[in-house]
């Protein structure tokens, strides 16, 4: 396993602490990277209802409204030392704006690279905006 890039372990870090998970107390942070190095960066955020924001779909929406719509690279972490995921709607949001060749990866809170996916591994047999009538 590899160490990520402090500055990104360090932006990671700082956006896991301003998560706002006051019901799960499982804050999550992740970053996502465009291919001309652009990086977004995104908390969960829950509410009193249970319909929260994931860290990855906050990240995204930071990468849309900035005009980006390609990810090279996503970064995630949880709280602790194990895999902490996307869960299934952030892979498929994920989807929406991968390539083939962007990673997916998986930190621990001290920043070592506990997996690295790519979308076909991490979300196989995807439907995608490609399957839809007129794209």
Request: aromatic share 6%; with cysteine; proline share 7%.
């Amino acid at each position: 396993m590899s160490q990520a890039d402090q500055a990104l372990v360090d932006t990671l870090l700082t956006t896991l602490g301003n998560a706002y998970a006051p019901y799960s107390n499982h804050p999550v942070a992740a970053v996502m990277e465009c291919p001309d190095g652009q990086q977004f960066a995104g908390s969960n955020v829950e509410v009193a209802h249970y319909k929260g924001l994931c860290a990855e779909a906050s990240a995204i929406s930071a990468m849309i409204t900035a005009g980006q719509r390609e990810l090279a690279k996503v970064y995630v972490m949880g709280p602790g030392e194990h895999l902490c995921t996307p869960c299934g709607d952030c892979r498929q949001r994920i989807r929406e704006f991968a390539t083939p060749s962007t990673q997916i990866m998986v930190l621990s809170k001290q920043g070592e690279v506990l997996k690295t996916y790519t979308m076909d591994s991490l979300l196989p047999d995807a439907f995608g905006p490609e399957q839809l009538p007129g794209r």
